[in-house]
C-alpha cells in the first residue's frame, strides 16, 4: 500500500454523543514503524465500526483504548481517564481479543465465572448467569468450550467481557472466521447492546460487514484517520470516486469510438488485450456500457473493474 502524507481527513460530521472514549492526536510507533499517526476520535453510545486493510493500526488503536499500549504521543481517555495504567479503567471496559487464547477444558460458565470473581463482583454467579443469557449461552453454560463452534466461542467471550457490565466493549475483528448464521447472531447481539446504550467498538477489513452493523465508522488507513462519521456518506464517496474497469468485446476500437461521447468516460486506452476504460462515475458508466454495445452491435466479452483492492478504495478515501 502506499503511505499518504495528507494531513486531513473527508469532513465528515461525526455523528456522536459526547465522547465516552477520546483519543486526542495519539500516535503509536514501533522502532521506526509508524503504526498510528495522529489520530483524534471520539465516541459516544452505540456501535461503532473501525475499519481499515490489514496493518492499518486498528488493533493498535484498540490495544492503546483498552490500557495495554502506551500512546507514543497524544491521549486515549475513557470518561477523561487516561486508560494507560490506570487499572481503574477496567471496570468501564471489555475488550475481545482477535487472538482466542484457548480454554477449552472450561465450560462456558467457569470462564465467565472466573473473569467475574477477577473483577470482583458482588455476585459473581449472578452475574455469569446474566452474561451467558445476554449472548444467549445458557443452554450451553455446561459444556466445554472445546466442544464450541467458532461462533458460540466469540459469544462466550463477549460475555466474559461484558460479566462486570462495562460501558466500553472493544472488539477486534469479531466475525473472522464465522459462518453468515453465527455471524448474523454476533451482528444481533451487538446492535441490541448498542440499542441499550453501551459503547462499542469493533474492527473489520470487510466494508460490507461494517454496513451491516453500524452507521458510523472510522476509517484508518496506514496508520491515519481517512475518513469519520456516518457510513452512507463514506459509501458515496467510495463509488463515485473514479474506477478504472478492463473491457474486452468483439470490436474494441468500435466500442470506443462509441464510448468517448459517453460523460461518464474520463479516458480510455486501447490494448492488445481489449480496452482499459477510465469511468468518472461508477454507476453511470456500468449503466451506458451495456446500452452503448447493445446499440452498436457489440458483443461485451469482459468487464472487469481492476481498482477495486480495499487499499485502492481506501487510499482514495485518503485523498479526497
Ligand atoms: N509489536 C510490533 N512491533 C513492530 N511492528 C508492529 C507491532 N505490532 C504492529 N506492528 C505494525 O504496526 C502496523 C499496524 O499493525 P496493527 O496490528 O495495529 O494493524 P491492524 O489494522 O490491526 O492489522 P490486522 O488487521 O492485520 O491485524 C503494521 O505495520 C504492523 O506490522
Known amino acids: 500500500m502506499t503511505t499518504q502524507t495528507q494531513p486531513t481527513a473527508p469532513a465528515l460530521p461525526a455523528d456522536t454523543a459526547p465522547g465516552v472514549v477520546d483519543l486526542q492526536n495519539v500516535s503509536r510507533w514501533y522502532g521506526n514503524v509508524v503504526a498510528v499517526n495522529d489520530i483524534s476520535m471520539s465516541l459516544g453510545a452505540g456501535v461503532t465500526g473501525l475499519l481499515g486493510p490489514n496493518g492499518a493500526g486498528k488493533t493498535t488503536v484498540l490495544h492503546m483504548m483498552a490500557g495495554f499500549l502506551a500512546p507514543s504521543k497524544g491521549t486515549v481517555t475513557i470518561d477523561g481517564k487516561p486508560t494507560w495504567r490506570n487499572p481503574a479503567v477496567y471496570r468501564d471496559l471489555g475488550l475481545v481479543t482477535e487472538r ?44 466445554r468450550i472445546g466442544t464450541f463452534s467458532k461462533g458460540m466461542r466469540q459469544r462466550t467471550r463477549v460475555a466474559a467481557a461484558l460479566v462486570h457490565e462495562p460501558r466500553v466493549l472493544l472488539l477486534d475483528e469479531p466475525f473472522n472466521g464465522m459462518d453468515p448464521r453465527q455471524r448474523m447472531h454476533m451482528m444481533e447481539l451487538l446492535h441490541s447492546l448498542g440499542d441499550n446504550g453501551h459503547t462499542i467498538l469493533f474492527s473489520s477489513h470487510i466494508l460490507e460487514e461494517v454496513e451491516q452493523v453500524s452507521g458510523l465508522v472510522q476509517v484508518i488507513v496506514a496508520g491515519r484517520l481517512a475518513a469519520s462519521g456516518d457510513f452512507r456518506k463514506i459509501r458515496r464517496l467510495m463509488t463515485t470516486r473514479p474506477h478504472v474497469f478492463a473491457v474486452r468485446s468483439s470490436d474494441d476500437r468500435r466500442l470506443a469510438v462509441a464510448l468517448i461521447a459517453e460523460s461518464s468516460v474520463a479516458g480510455i486506452e486501447i490494448e492488445n488485450g481489449g480496452l482499459t476504460v477510465r469511468a468518472s462515475d461508477y454507476g453511470d458508466f456500468t449503466r451506458a456500457l451495456p446500452r452503448i454495445a447493445l446499440d452498436q452491435g457489440i458483443r461485451l466479452h469482459q468487464l472487469v473493474p481492476s481498482d477495486e483492492s480495499l487499499e485502492s478504495v481506501f487510499s482514495y478515501l485518503l485523498e479526497a
Open 100 to 143: 482466542e487464547a484457548v480454554h477449552a477444558f472450561l465450560t462456558a460458565e467457569q470462564f465467565v465465572l472466573a473473569c467475574a470473581k477477577m473483577q470482583k463482583l458482588k455476585d459473581p454467579a449472578g452475574a455469569t448467569r446474566r452474561a451467558l443469557e445476554l449472548v444467549e449461552m445458557t443452554d450451553a453454560a455446561h459444556r
